[in-house]
């Protein structure tokens, strides 16, 4: 049974870097060919994918995103991260990790993130 937990700050100030992470247990990131995806849902709207990084290390990224985003993973501590740069107010949404891609089996509660000076 995987349990994944994502953690950051709750506030970040326009133009800086939201920096998540999200810490898997029950079993290994780098096993049996998953995506491990970041998702969000701002107020009022739906779920966005944002983009995943893959069991081989290989990453994909929503182009809505306009490189924005970065994924990147620490197979030591079983975590994958996501950086958003530039961030502005319209970034502020709940931030989920979860295990797939398009369909999901496995996902955090979701962080609250606030862009706001």
């Known amino acids: 049974q995987f349990q994944l937990q994502e953690s950051g700050p709750g506030l970040v100030k326009p133009s800086q870097t939201l920096s998540l992470t999200c810490t898997v247990s029950?079993?290994?990131?780098?096993?049996?060919?998953?995506?491990w995806s970041w998702i969000r849902q701002p107020p009022g709207k739906g779920l966005e994918w944002m983009g995943d990084i893959g069991s081989s290390g290989s990453t994909y990224y929503s182009p809505s995103l306009k490189n924005r985003a970065s994924i990147s993973r620490d197979t030591s501590k079983n975590q994958f991260t996501l950086q958003l740069s530039s961030v502005t107010p319209s970034d502020t949404a709940v931030y989920y990790c979860?295990?797939?891609?398009?369909?999901?089996?496995?996902g955090g509660q979701g962080t609250q993130v606030t862009v706001s000076s």
């Open positions: 979860a295990r797939g891609r398009v369909l999901y089996d496995y």
């Open positions: 029950g079993g290994s990131i780098t096993m049996n060919s998953h995506y």
